[in-house]
C-alpha cells in the first residue's frame, strides 16, 4: 500500500496503474480503509490467489499483463457456486 502512495511522486513514465488511474480520473484512493482480500503462507499460493482476483475483478485496475500464468480456461470454475 505505501508502494502507491510514494508512487505519485515518479516520473510520468515510472507509475503504476494505480497512480495513473489516480492523475487521470483525479480519483482520491481512501487507503486508510483498503481490504486484505486473501492471506497465504506460501509465496506461489498468493500468486495465483492474486490471479485469481485479479480475473474476476469487475472494474478492477490491475494490469491482465499479471495473470499471464493463469489460464482463462479456470474461469468457469470460479463463478460456478458450489
Known amino acids: 500500500m505505501c508502494t502507491y502512495i510514494n508512487d505519485i511522486k515518479k516520473t510520468v513514465n515510472a507509475l503504476s496503474v494505480i ?8 480519483h482520491a484512493i481512501d487507503w486508510l480503509n483498503t481490504k486484505i482480500l486473501d492471506s497465504e503462507r506460501s509465496h ?3 500468486l495465483v490467489s492474486e490471479m485469481i482476483h485479479i480475473k474476476t475483478q469487475k472494474n478492477g485496475l490491475n494490469k491482465q ?5 493463469f489460464p482463462d480456461l479456470y474461469l ?7
Open 44 to 46: 506461489y499460493e498468493r
Open 65 to 69: 499483463s499479471d495473470t499471464e500464468k
Open 76 to 82: 468457469p470454475l470460479l463463478e460456478k457456486e458450489f
Open 19 to 26: 497512480s495513473n488511474h489516480r492523475i487521470e480520473t483525479d
